[in-house]
């Protein structure tokens, strides 16, 4: 699909432990966003 240098808006989660965790923390890391659905 060609989005692989593509810029996603930054949102945020709450991780495993319960704290809120924003992609803009992890700027200079590289991420990989896995998504999946069940239906």
Do not use: I, Y
Not at 1 to 28: C, H, I, Q, W, Y
């Amino acid at each position: 699909m060609g989005l692989e240098s593509a810029v996603a808006p930054d949102f945020e989660l709450t991780d495993r432990n319960g704290d809120a965790l924003k992609l803009s923390d992890l700027r200079g890391h590289k991420v990989v966003l896995f998504t999946w659905s069940s239906w």
